[in-house]
């Protein structure tokens, strides 16, 4: 039994930035690197599915990034999750989710697993994207915002829970092996015990580039392009200054007036 | 001329009326001798046919299904058939957890260009542009799709106002084609019961996001929502965290602040599943630490600052 996980390491600006000189992304040097926190509760899926089956049962976790993007591979092997991937060639470096989508796609051919999970979102630009559109690539059934899962090994059927507005759920089978989803709120995330951490160090992560997967550049198209990208105009808050004590008078001062009191 | 497609959609045979906006977003960037047409699917299509007769709407595509079941197999076929009859050069949909489901899929499939949560459309030079947003909200990112016939976005809600006024649709009836499903519906889920904690009805919320840090900080906030006669509100994972009930959740997947009039977000980073809920309030103050905090493009007042530190200076003026 073999569920894959591809995750993403996620992008979290720092409280000031700026811009690229050409446009098109935020330099680099205020950046934050992390695995995307939907990703964490795909991966703890994936490895309670995984405990509860026992023996010979594994998680691969796989990424599609240059080699900083390790950490967020290494996070997911801390968890538990038995080893990595990590596809990178540097004709990628534009590449928008259904591109990586296409990348993901070999992956899963060649890993051959019985789910795939995804998170919900990433939490840097929410695309809500990548899962579905492998899914779309792979030809397999697909669920996304999986709020609750019931899938037993083995089993040509899973039942789970779809997300939806306003707190709603719609409760759904699914036909295995399936491309999921998965929602914040599903589990409760384990942290990476200091063991998982050294054992981590030793767990085998393969890199791939194109050419391993039988890809060639033109295979891997995006569906957009970034024309530009820019800091958005300032909203109309009107900013309080002060010490904290001179803040809370004034925040005191507008609550008082709006309740009449 | 073009043609432009928009997939509305219904839940158990309730319309659902973020395809308005889907449709207003058409509208947006629709040219004068443009065809817009509205694809609906359901058990009996028709019944929908007043909900899409809005401005802008040439025609409304009835397309009957077995059920009123959402399939996602089922939604990517009729994108499929009627991207290839009719060529579309822009597709539409509201950014919901539906179209998270199939979108991103059909997308994929057919080398359509995507992209998701749009805010804004519009031709530059002869080229579809749409922006959306990144870095958690804090950059806009415009996007253009080369070589690329036609383009699906979904839209993301409570941007557009909802295409409204009285349109003149003709209505083409269709069968839905046949396709395998993968997915079976079995039920619904309702929210839990709110016990008596009213997000909905209340017209000042406190609400508190992750920046509160601990479980064991919630309880001053508890008290001083109380002192201030606000109901307390929260973000997601301090539901999900169980610090606080699902019914105090403000957002898309939780509360709708109906009735709000003044809404104080500390610690709550401002993101779009949560404006969802609480955006449209009158007055929004934001207490956050990062200044670029993307709660602070929708707020009235803002203090940028600790929580903690504003909490306990508040608590002296009532
Ligand atoms: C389908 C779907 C539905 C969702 N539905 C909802 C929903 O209904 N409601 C919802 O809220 N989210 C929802 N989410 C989750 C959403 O995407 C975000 O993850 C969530 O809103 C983030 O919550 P937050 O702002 O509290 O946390 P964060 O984004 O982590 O922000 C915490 C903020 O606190 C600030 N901060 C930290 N310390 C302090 C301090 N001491 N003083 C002041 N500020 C501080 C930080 O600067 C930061 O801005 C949904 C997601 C999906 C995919």
Redesign the interface.
């Known amino acids: 039994m073999k569920i894959l996980v591809p995750v993403k390491q996620v992008s979290i600006l720092d409280d000031e930035f700026e811009m690229r000189d050409d446009g098109h992304g935020v330099d680099e040097d205020f950046f934050e690197k992390d695995l995307n926190e939907f990703d964490h509760f795909a991966v703890e899926e994936a490895l309670l599915i995984k405990e509860a089956a026992g023996e010979g049962a594994e998680v691969i976790v796989v990424t599609v990034g240059d080699g900083e993007t390790d950490d967020a591979l290494r996070t997911a092997l801390a968890k538990g999750a038995e080893r990595g991937i990590r596809v990178w060639d540097d004709s990628l470096a534009d590449a928008d989710s259904i591109a990586i989508a296409k990348v993901l796609a070999k992956v899963v051919e060649r890993e051959a697993p019985d789910m795939v999970f995804t998170g919900a979102q990433s939490a840097d630009f929410g695309h809500a994207t990548t899962g579905m559109a492998l899914a779309g690539l792979l030809g397999w059934p697909h669920a996304a915002v999986v709020s609750k899962l019931d899938f037993m090994p083995g089993a040509g059927t899973a039942t789970l829970h779809r997300e939806l507005e306003g707190g709603l759920e719609e409760i759904m089978t699914i036909q295995c092996p399936a491309v999921l989803s998965i929602q914040l709120g599903i589990n409760q995330p384990r942290y990476a015990s200091l063991r998982g951490i050294r054992q981590a160090k030793q767990k085998p992560v393969e890199e791939l580039d194109l050419d391993d997967l039988g890809l060639g550049g033109s295979d891997v198209t995006s569906a957009s392009r970034v024309r530009r990208m820019y800091a958005p105009e300032k909203g109309q808050a009107e900013i309080i200054e002060g010490s904290a004590a001179e803040q809370a008078a004034r925040l005191a001062e507008i609550i008082k007036e709006l309740r009449g009191i | 001329m073009a043609e432009i497609l928009v997939i509305a959609e219904q839940?158990d045979g309730a319309f659902r009326s973020a395809s308005l906006e889907a449709i207003a977003a058409a509208n947006s960037v629709k040219g004068e001798d443009d065809r817009l047409a509205v694809a609906i699917i359901g058990a009996d299509p028709n019944a929908f046919v007043s909900d899409l007769s809005v401005e802008g709407v040439d025609e409304v595509i009835a397309i009957k299904a077995g059920s009123n079941d959402?399939q996602?197999?089922l939604v990517?076929a009729v994108v499929a058939t009627l991207a290839e009859a009719r060529k579309p050069a822009l597709i539409a949909a509201a950014h919901?957890?539906?179209a998270?489901?199939?979108?991103?899929?059909?997308?994929?499939?057919l080398?359509?260009?995507?992209?998701?949560?749009v805010q804004a459309l519009r031709y530059?030079d002869g080229q579809l542009?749409?922006t959306r947003?990144?870095?958690?909200e804090?950059?806009?990112?415009?996007?253009?799709?080369?070589g690329?016939e036609v383009v699906l976005v979904t839209i993301r809600t409570n941007v557009f106002d909802p295409a409204g006024g009285v349109g003149a649709p003709t209505v083409t009836a269709m069968d839905a084609p046949a396709c395998e499903v993968?997915?079976?519906?079995?039920?619904?889920?309702?929210?839990e019961d709110a016990g008596g904690i009213d997000i909905p009805g209340s017209d000042?919320i406190l609400s508190i996001g992750r920046g509160v840090g601990d479980e064991s900080n919630v309880e001053q906030f508890l008290e001083m929502a109380d002192q201030?006669?606000a109901t307390l509100g929260c973000s997601?994972?301090i539901?999900?965290n169980g610090w606080l009930p699902?019914a105090r959740?403000v957002g898309?997947?939780?509360?709708?602040a109906a009735n709000c009039?003044?809404y104080?977000a500390m610690g709550v980073s401002g993101s779009?599943q949560h404006q969802w809920g609480m955006k449209h309030v009158e007055?929004i103050?934001?207490?956050n630490?990062?200044?670029?905090a993307s709660i602070?493009?929708?707020?009235?007042?803002?203090?940028?600052?600790?929580m903690f530190?504003?909490a306990?200076?508040?608590e002296?003026?009532?």
């Open positions: 839940r959402f996602p197999d990517e919901g957890v539906d998270w489901s199939y979108a991103p899929t059909v997308a994929a499939k080398g359509f260009g995507f992209a998701s949560d530059e542009v749409a947003a990144g870095y958690a804090k950059v806009l990112v415009d996007l253009d799709f080369p690329k993968s997915t079976t519906h079995v039920g619904w889920k309702e929210p000042f201030l006669g997601r994972p539901a999900d699902k959740q898309q997947s939780g509360q709708l009039r003044l104080i779009v007055t103050v934001a207490v630490t990062d200044p670029e602070f493009s929708i707020a009235r007042y803002g203090v940028v600052g600790d530190e504003i306990e200076e508040l002296n003026h009532f």
